[in-house]
């Protein structure tokens, strides 16, 4: 059969939507986690970071769901959110401020729809989303890695990251560090995604992740970017609003508020873009 998708990208973290309002594919995909497995799959199909499934949602202007490359399937995705708005918006089900239903939460977003580049037509705009608030924050914890001391940060910004700062991000292995810190003992059974963050001044951090399900680094990680910013400003006192340039070459900007030791209205914001829409044959 036939799967009409599209393929959308946030700041390089790339996508698969499909429009399952009225659950019109019900007799197309009996199990979205095996065609997240077939679709995601890099060279031999789509390829993707992650597929996005758009529902009807009783509460919400409609409901999101994510599954990884592996078919694993997570509460949140902050880029998730972001394409899933404009594809959203692009497509008329709803005016350029929306509420989405997560298994997060219910996530409100907005579609820039200003004159000054950021938006072009429906397919393209810089695309906010209000977070999560942020909690299960423990830091400098020390994981014993080999010979090696890593000090890492932990957060959840929707799903569960390690923070870790370093020196040149560039040369930094994030894949093979990455991957130790993901599968570490001390986050079984689920495990964590891991964040690589150099602080560069001012308000100003670069970030590099690796992702769970996905088991590599990706060009970007919403929900990555929010852990980093938020570790940065108490481990180092960088203050918001965050700029954030990720391994796509893309900077986003994360705003929050704190409140005595919590943070409030915590915004992911940067640039989403319908790639191009198609169909995959699918058995």
Known sequence: MDITFAKVQASGNDFIVLDNRQ??????????????AFACRRKYSVGADGLLVLEDSGSCDFRMRIFNPDGSEVDMCGNGI???????????????????ETK??????EVSTGTDGETNGRNAASVS???????????????????SIVNVHTINSGVPHAVHFVENINSYPVKEMGGKIRYHKI???????????EVLGGSNISVRTYERGVEDETLACG??????????????????????????????????????NRFKDVYLEGKAQIVFEGSIHYV
């Not at 977070?131 to 010979?147: R, S, V, W, Y």
């Not at 986050?187 to 963050?197: L, S």
């Not at 070459?249 to 508020?257: H, L, P, T």
């Open 82 to 100: 972001r394409c899933s708005a404009l594809y959203a918006y692009a497509k008329e089900w709803c005016g350029n401020i929306m509420k989405i």
């Open 104 to 109: 997060a939460g219910h996530l409100e977003s």
């Open 129 to 147: 989303v209000k977070m999560t608030a942020p909690g299960d924050i423990k830091l400098n914890q020390n994981l014993g890695i080999e010979k």
């Open 23 to 36: 659950n019109r594919l019900a007799e197309k995909i009996r199990d979205f986690a095996q065609f997240a």
């Open 223 to 260: 929900t990555g970017v929010v852990a980093s910013a938020i570790i940065s400003h108490l481990i180092n006192g960088t203050k918001g609003p965050v700029c954030v340039t990720t391994k796509s070459g893309e900077a986003v900007k994360v705003r929050f508020r704190k409140e005595q």
């Open 187 to 197: 986050f079984e059974p689920k495990g964590t995604n891991a964040d690589f963050v």
